[in-house]
């Protein structure tokens, strides 16, 4: 019932609703008798049905193919003429002739007629009233008869059976509508809103799935009482056919579970891909995962894990989800390179030409790191050492490790761990989780496809742990070559030998490091360049590196040394070279773009060009200024950036000896300024200092660039002859900068890095240089073309720094105290 059907009349076919066609109001019981009251002419078109049977006051759509149709519907419907509708009695007639219809058919308007693309003209019909036909009157263009009108028989008013019959009717069709998936639920406001009974009985008995032939006995049937009788009849073997299909579906879904159905519909999809080409079976993987294994050159002990496995995966449903999450898990087996080693190539002076050609400076670095690989060459067992380059950025630590993976012939493999928080990400997840996977070394070491390559674990310092776990705790094991000849990975469920892997970690500070983890490794210092490196570096890589990647060539852009210098004094405060690169690739650039546009312009850049281009330059404020003032002194510092210079300055005002520091300072630089004062007024006599004036005068230290964090105790010694000098108002040693740390009695103790603060005061133009007596061998490993131009006084009491700092001459303006 109020199934989608198509119909045809002789050439004709009858089509689903359009959903956009206007809107046909269901007919009413006064509607229903203004129909009976109309008259019909005595002589109709007679339009033939093929497949179907109309009733009336029911409405369909259908389609004429045929011309002499075609032609009967555009004269009844440019006259406003009624039609006569009559079915056929074989369907299979093409053109069927006047004894093949039968005599009982429905008078129709025409409602809407369509134009189709195709030629075919839609038209949407309403049935009227029931006719027989009694003659034919001619059957040019088209069948024309005579006919007489038949009316219903109904039965009286208030007839009880009746109206139970037409209830159950209503109840049945909704029952049937509730019943049967492929039945649009509008269906159910139809028929809750038909009011008339006869056409409720039309209506349903137009829908219901019936042969012509039963249909058009029910329209042949004068009493309406009867053919309701007989509709419901018709209807209840509907209901009861539906009702015994779906408990027959029912049971047949209960005897087939969810593994039944998934193992028929993959044994399909299986049949397809095979018929496709693109298939392959279970046991094919499986075949071909025994064959790779052959291959392999693992140890009987990884062998027999494997073959174990691998059965365990042959006794599985391919269907299952842990079907997949077991053949990645053996993909994985067959995809590492168990025991395959890259050959190494220790020939040194090679590996010596390499990292000159990729690093320019960097000597003591090269060194150590050609140390390594004779003691590798020496011992010949591949236990490779685990190397931690230690420097600010932009030095070229990264850099370095590929270079060592050229030199050796050995794969490269970089993995970042700025920020990584999950232990997981080391270590992998069991397998057992959804979307489980092998952690980042072993699937680094999988990329890679031998077991020794030269694996750079970047920004080591950057680790940090969170509620997933310690990743640094998880390094531990990997950066241990006692232990990582045996590393567990959680996914892979046995120990991997990384004992061959030559790791090297890079870093910006040990202070982060774990201390057991930094333990495990060699520190090498990869210190900054001297403006005299970075010189070479911008012309000998840089400048050719850029010019490449913007498409130019060495004809198109002259950077000279003069030049790169300034760009380095006036534009770049870095140990590294990143920022030189990118003013260096503005300049090429500006060539660029000259080029492109077709302006002329230097290709030799002159200072003015630099001004134009860069703009002015904006880093002048390093450079040391003057001793003018009393308590101005230049201190030395080192940053994660690498050396700067700072300036100590304190004044006097009048009050109660207080002291007060300010410059985001933390707590440690704080305390030297404690120490200094408190060191001061212990010694004022020594020090030719009324000791009235620490009551009568406030003390205020500062340190400029207040936004920058600073902190240490490097600045112990710069602070107290920033205070002596104060008190004193005797002027500090012209170019002089220092650093070190002080205590109570006066001694002064070593500080860190040296050569980073020594590279500062050679570019703020420093010429003399304080520093502990300990600081000496620091000194003595520096190059001595680092230290040219410097005059270096060791010292181990303050009394030492105040003598060689502090000058007999007051200063202009002198405040008498």
Not at 324 to 349: G, V
Not at 743 to 752: C, E, F, Q, W
Request: aromatic share 6%; with cysteine.
């Amino acid at each position: 019932m109020f199934k989608p059907k198509k119909f045809n009349i002789d050439n004709l076919s009858l089509q689903e609703f359009d959903q956009d066609a206007e809107f046909i109001p269901l007919l009413s019981q006064e509607d229903e008798e203004e129909m009976d009251r109309e008259s019909i002419p005595e002589v109709l078109p007679i339009l033939p049905l093929r497949n179907m049977v109309l009733f009336p006051g029911v409405v369909i759509p259908i389609t004429a193919g045929r011309d002499k149709s075609i032609q009967l519907l555009q004269d009844a419907n440019r006259n406003n003429n009624p039609i006569g509708v009559v079915a056929q009695k074989d369907e299979e007639i093409e053109d069927p002739t006047f004894e093949d219809l039968h005599k009982t058919g429905v008078v129709a308007r025409i409602l809407k007629v369509f134009k189709m693309p195709d030629g075919n003209t839609t038209v949407i019909i309403q049935g009227k009233k029931r006719f027989e036909i009694d003659t034919l009157v001619k059957t040019e263009p088209y069948m024309e008869a005579s006919t007489r009108p038949t009316g219903d028989t109904r039965p009286e008013k208030g007839d009880k059976e009746f109206e139970a019959i037409i209830d159950k009717i209503k109840e049945s069709s909704l029952e049937i509508i509730k019943g049967s998936p492929n039945i649009p639920s509008e269906a159910t406001f139809a028929i809750k809103n038909i009011e008339s009974d006869s056409f409720l009985v039309n209506f349903v008995s137009s829908n219901m799935n019936l042969k012509v032939g039963e249909k058009q006995q029910l329209l042949e049937m004068d009493d309406l009482k009867e053919r309701a009788l007989e509709t419901l009849r018709y209807m209840n073997i509907e209901l009861q056919k539906l009702e015994l299909k779906n408990d027959i579906q029912s049971k047949v879904q209960s005897d087939i579970n969810k593994q039944q159905r998934e193992y028929f519909l993959h044994q399909q999809m299986k049949t397809i891909q095979e018929e496709l080409g693109g298939g392959v079976s279970s046991h094919q993987e499986i075949d071909d995962m025994r064959q790779r294994a052959k291959k392999k050159k693992w140890d009987d002990k990884v062998k027999e894990h494997f073959d174990k496995e691998l059965a365990k995966m042959q006794r599985m449903n391919p269907q299952v989800a842990e079907y997949s999450i077991q053949r990645n898990y053996l993909d994985l087996f067959l995809e590492l390179p168990w025991n395959e080693f890259s050959k190494d190539n220790f020939d040194l002076k090679r590996a010596m030409k390499i990292l000159d050609r990729d690093h320019y400076g960097l000597d003591d670095v090269k060194k150590r790191i050609i140390e390594y690989l004779a003691v590798l060459k020496l011992r010949n067992d591949m236990k490779s050492p685990i190397l931690c380059l230690y420097g600010p950025p932009g030095v070229g630590k990264t850099s370095l490790g590929k270079s060592i993976a050229e030199a050796l012939g050995r794969e490269y493999v970089r993995m970042s761990l700025g920020g990584l928080r999950d232990e997981a990400e080391i270590r992998g997840h069991r397998k057992t989780y959804i979307g489980a996977m092998p952690g980042r070394i072993i699937q680094s070491i999988k990329k890679a496809k031998t077991s020794n390559p030269v694996f750079v674990l970047d920004e080591i310092d950057k680790l940090s742990s969170s509620h997933n776990g310690d990743p640094s705790s998880a390094m531990l094991e990997v950066l241990d070559p006692e232990q990582n000849s045996e590393f567990y990975d959680n996914f892979l469920e046995m120990g991997y030998d990384l004992s061959k892997v030559m790791f090297i970690a890079t870093c910006n500070s040990l202070n982060t490091i774990q201390p057991a983890l930094r333990d495990r490794m060699e520190i090498i210092n990869v210190t900054g360049y001297t403006i005299e490196e970075k010189v070479e570096i911008g012309k000998q890589h840089l400048l050719p590196k850029q010019l490449k990647e913007h498409g130019l060539n060495k004809e198109h852009l002259k950077l000279g040394k003069p030049q790169i210098e300034k760009i380095v004094e006036g534009y770049t405060r870095e140990s590294g070279v990143r920022t030189l690169d990118k003013q260096i690739a503005k300049m090429v650039r500006y060539a660029a773009k000259s080029i492109a546009m077709e302006d002329d312009y230097d290709i030799k850049v002159s200072n003015d060009t630099i001004i134009e281009v860069l703009g002015s330059p904006k880093l002048l404020r390093d450079k040391y200024e003057n001793n003018d003032v009393a308590g101005v002194v230049t201190g030395l510092a080192w940053t994660r950036v690498g050396g700067d210079i700072l300036f100590i300055e304190s004044i006097l005002s009048k009050g109660k000896g207080q002291l007060s520091i300010t410059g985001n300072l933390g707590k440690v630089m704080k305390e030297s300024a404690t120490i200094a004062m408190e060191y001061i007024k212990s010694n004022a006599d020594q020090l030719g200092i009324n000791p009235e004036v620490f009551e009568k005068y406030n003390v205020h230290i500062h340190v400029p660039e207040g936004a920058t964090p600073k902190d240490g105790p490097s600045a112990g010694i710069t602070m107290l002859t920033s205070l002596v000098s104060l008190f004193t108002q005797r002027k500090v040693k012209k170019s002089i900068a220092m650093t070190g740390e002080i205590t109570l009695r006066g001694k002064v103790l070593p500080v860190g890095g040296i050569k980073e603060k020594i590279l500062a005061a050679k570019r703020a133009k420093i010429k003399e240089i304080l520093l502990c007596e300990q600081n000496r061998r620091d000194i003595e490993e520096i190059k001595e073309e680092y230290l040219k131009g410097l005059t270096f006084h060791f010292v181990s009491d303050m009394s030492q720094v105040l003598e060689l700092a502090i000058t007999k001459q007051k200063v202009k303006n002198a405040k008498k105290l």
